[in-house]
């Protein structure tokens, strides 16, 4: 499945890191300028939705940072 983000950088980056709790993400690509004076981007994304995840492959999830959660 693909995904295209489109928003501030900043709100690209954090709905792209969020992805990983509900879905595989497979690749992200780098934040594209819209055309003209437009400061917004589109990042795309590309990821593989849990029900379509093999049976035999356990879903990749994100390391928590280092120093555990608070």
């Known amino acids: 499945m693909k995904i295209r983000l489109h928003g501030s950088e900043d709100e ?26 437009s400061r917004m981007v589109r990042v ?6 849990a029900y379509e995840q093999p049976a035999d492959r356990p879903r990749q999830r994100r390391a928590l940072p280092s120093g555990g959660p608070r």
Do not use: K, Q, T
């Open 12 to 37: 690209c980056r954090d709905l792209a890191g969020r992805l990983p709790a509900i879905c595989e993400v497979l690749a992200v690509s780098e934040p594209y300028p819209d055309r003209g004076a």
């Open 44 to 49: 795309y994304v590309e990821v593989r939705p």
